[in-house]
């Protein structure tokens, strides 16, 4: 069967992929930036399709497709107008699939049982409406909070629980869901594929307990061997909640808004006809939550909500980036001859930032990060999704990794800090007569006299830090 999924680098495509593949299907994967892309390449039943679906389609492009999953979402790009974005990529899918074979579409959507309904569910109703103008015929499944390792909702309760002994939350904190594990979620999808029962149907699915937020913290706690307090307030407007998730969990800010909007409105499903249809174990809360827990330790997180370049590239893609300028550029370029095992050096590299850190200042780093939260900015708090792996296109605390390529040595990182200007940081080995030298580059761009100003008021620290992390990583064999 030939099957199309768009959002395939996303949270849910990225645990999709292989299970089609798994199941014999030749999956077409729809994707903005290819060079993005670093799962199964080479695959037999793998092919990939480079688009942007906020531009309609043009020239060549698939139309030997049995069935697509659309899971294009853009609520972590802006507070107001994401709506918007999500109508054009809708419009422009169902132009597209219009001119296919296809005849089913399947969409993962939001549960929106309430009548007062939220910008982000409301949005998510809306694009159903837009599919559902489409020739194939759609199948919509619903879901509330996905519980799994990398899921946004997830992340943010494990952050709030294991930082906070004592919480001070706001009253949505009482509000109920429906929660579902990331691998039940997976086996829905699977199963509606070009399944009869399902053509032109819309299904809530949800897992075995209805629980409120305070409930799930309360449990995640549990788990983790945790005594939590949880203190409920009437007066916490949304805009403090916002602020209140934004400084305290690793979310953006237009994200937390759209969250905390969201989290107002109760996400229960009003009936499950889809149990009838389809059969599976539907997994417990807590088991869910060990299971999320288990492949964080395990360091097996197969996809995580931050690594999406909605969280913080809007508008950029890798290629755009890769080449670093030189032209009004400044540049502080350090190396080191390397008199240990090169292989050692390139693995520690390869595990910068995170938990890890960055080898030298990292009260600095953690600074920079702090301010940088303060004025809107990523922070370091997104991490890592992988303790030892990096991929182009991963977020790596307040930077993105756009190329990763350790047959060549190099890695490269792009700031999304906020800054005036642009900034990369480049680690490469080059190899002469059998000696290698360690390469360590930092290029800023400044925006106008504001970046200027800022390069050189930073530059005693940034002396300090790239002399310092460059003589740790030489030396790290």
């Not at 939350?169 to 509606?192: F, G």
């Not at 629980?211 to 913290?217: D, E, G, N, R």
């Not at 999320?292 to 370049?309: A, G, H, I, P, Y």
């Not at 050096?345 to 850190?357: A, C, F, P, R, Y």
């Amino acid at each position: 069967m030939n099957i199309l999924l768009t959002g395939a680098n996303g949270y849910i495509g990225k645990r999709l992929l292989p299970v089609l593949l798994a199941a014999g299907h030749r999956v077409t994967c729809c994707i903005r930036d290819k060079k993005r892309f670093s799962l199964h390449k080479g695959h037999p039943g793998l092919t990939i399709w480079e688009h942007d679906f906020h531009h309609p389609p043009e020239g060549e492009f698939p139309r030997d497709i049995d069935a697509a999953y659309y899971l294009i979402h853009s609520m972590s790009s802006s507070i107001s107008d994401f709506h918007e974005s999500e109508a054009l990529t809708a419009n422009n899918f169902v132009e597209y699939i219009n001119q296919t074979r296809a005849r089913q579409v399947i969409y993962l959507s939001g549960i929106t049982n309430q009548e007062n309904l939220s910008k982000h569910l409301a949005s998510r109703k809306n694009v159903e409406a837009i599919l559902n103008r489409a020739t194939p015929a759609l199948t919509t499944l619903k879901a509330g909070i996905i519980i799994g390792s990398g899921s946004s909702s997830f992340e943010i309760m494990r952050d709030l629980v294991e930082k906070l002994p004592v919480m001070v939350a706001p009253q949505w904190i009482e509000t109920r869901s429906q929660p579902i594990a990331i691998r039940n979620v997976i086996e829905y999808l699977q199963a509606v594929l070009l399944n009869e029962k399902t053509l032109h149907q819309a299904f809530d699915i949800g897992g075995p307990e209805v629980l409120s937020y305070k409930q799930m913290l309360l449990r995640i706690a549990k788990v983790r061997n945790l005594k939590r307090l949880i203190l409920t307030i009437p007066v916490m407007t949304p805009r403090l909640s916002s602020y209140w998730l934004y400084f305290v969990t690793s979310i953006s800010y237009p994200l937390a808004v759209n969250l905390v909007n969201s989290m107002k409105v109760e996400v229960i499903a009003d009936d499950i006809p889809i149990h009838g249809i389809i059969r599976i174990h539907l997994i417990e809360f807590d088991e869910a939550v060990k299971d999320s827990f288990q492949k964080l330790e395990s360091d097996n997180v197969l996809s995580s909500w931050k690594d999406s370049f909605i969280s913080s590239m809007e508008g950029k893609t890798l290629s755009g980036s890769l080449k670093v300028p030189t032209m009004g550029c400044y540049i502080d370029h350090r190396k080191s001859m390397l008199q240990k095992d090169v292989h050692r050096v390139l693995e520690t590299i390869w595990s910068i930032g995170g938990d890890n850190g960055w080898y030298y200042g990292n009260w600095l780093w953690k600074l920079r990060g702090f301010i940088d939260r303060l004025v809107g900015g990523t922070g370091l708090r997104r991490g890592r999704t992988s303790r030892h792996s990096l991929n182009a296109g991963d977020a790596l605390d307040f930077w993105r990794v756009l190329l990763a390529d350790k047959n060549h040595m190099r890695l490269l990182l792009y700031a999304e800090m906020k800054l005036p200007g642009e900034a990369w940081l480049e680690f490469r080995i080059s190899r002469e007569n059998n000696r290698y030298t360690l390469h360590q580059i930092a290029t800023f761009r400044p925006h106008g006299l504001t970046g200027r100003l800022y390069w050189y008021s930073l530059l005693p620290m940034h002396r300090i830090i790239f002399r310092g992390m460059l003589q740790k990583l030489s030396t790290a064999a």
